[in-house]
């Protein structure tokens, strides 16, 4: 496999009219890595996949698939997309809109029924679309967009609308997909859900890119403080606060703040007052305050 990027993002610009709706965005996806893209309503996530599939020109900079230019035939044979809202036409079946898809893309028609069984479908493969519920349509969406082997995979808030069993199967045929080698470009509002199904996090703020790294790097550069939930016995909380300090919460709890290494210290330090401390609850920044924390940053605040 190659170690070369299958997406490159360089300086990207991109306008409507007199809206800046990307500005200066660099990003880079390796092969078999998957990427969330988050970011608010109108943050730019959907501007950049139509710019990757060449339906927006850039206004500045450039993006590369597979090192090709999108909109050429080496870009659309190598990117796949599933858009938020999948629409097929309700009359025909499950099976027939993988036939069709698989036309187009010159896939071999033998695939198809794996397909159907991997998403789910194989018993609904022969009902027409109209009928299926919101959820099997969008895992019809996945079908089409994995037809192909495709080396890139965009979903834009693929599992909006899905159920917790369905979201949980959908990553799990992305992770087999990104197993393959396929790279995937994920946008979401669903932090819990990509926390731990993602390698790595992007994230816009109003056109603009203002944090990429794992969960640790970015936590590491956002230094945010852990909190220790302390409870006290009953009547203890005062004496507890005057030795420890802390914030105090209704009647018995003591919130402590610190950085990430004086956490167990400081943990070691309550387990030695065992009269005065009932419980010890740690709580280290997690995606969503990661997430708050760089969303209300601009580009030009971001660390190396
Ligand atoms: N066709 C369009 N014409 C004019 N402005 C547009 C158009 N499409 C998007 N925009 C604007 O561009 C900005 C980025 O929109 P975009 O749809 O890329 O955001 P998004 O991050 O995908 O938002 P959401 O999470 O709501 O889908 C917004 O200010 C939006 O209003």
């Not at 018995?252 to 330090?269: F, G, I, K, T, W």
């Amino acid at each position: 496999m190659s170690d070369q990027p299958i997406l490159t993002v360089t300086e990207l610009g991109v306008r409507y009219g007199r809206l800046q709706a990307l500005d200066g965005v660099n990003l880079s996806v390796a092969p078999g890595e998957r990427l969330a893209l988050l970011g608010h309503n109108g943050a730019g996530k959907s501007t950049l996949f139509k710019t990757i599939l060449a339906f927006l020109p850039p206004a500045t900079g450039q993006v590369t698939v597979a090192g090709h230019p999108p909109g050429t035939d080496a870009a659309r044979t190598a990117v796949n997309y599933l858009p938020e809202t999948v629409a097929f036409p309700g009359t025909v079946t499950g099976a027939e809109v993988l036939r069709y898809f698989s036309g187009l893309r010159r896939a071999p028609f033998s695939a198809i029924s794996g397909l159907l069984d991997r998403v789910g479908l194989a018993e609904a493969a022969q009902r027409p679309v109209g009928g299926y519920s919101k959820g099997m349509r969008q895992r019809l969406g996945l079908a089409q967009a994995l037809i192909g082997t495709p080396r890139l995979l965009l979903l834009d808030e693929p599992t909006s609308g899905l159920d917790p069993i369905s979201r949980r199967d959908f990553y799990a045929v992305i992770a087999e997909a990104a197993g393959r080698g396929c790279s995937v470009l994920l946008s979401s509002h669903g932090l819990e859900e990509i926390e731990h199904r993602t390698e790595r996090i992007a994230i816009l703020s109003r056109g603009r890119l203002v944090a990429d790294g794992t969960l640790d790097d970015l936590a590491r550069r956002a230094a945010l403080p852990t909190t220790i939930r302390v409870t006290a016995h009953a009547g203890q909380a005062s004496r507890l606060q005057a030795q420890i300090g802390g914030t105090r919460f209704n009647g018995c709890r003591l919130d402590l703040s610190c950085q990430a290494e004086q956490a167990l210290p400081l943990v070691a330090r309550l387990a030695g007052l065992p009269e005065m401390v009932r419980d010890v609850d740690l709580h280290r920044p997690g995606l969503s305050d990661l997430y708050r924390h760089y969303s209300d940053l601009t580009a030009g605040e971001i660390r190396p």
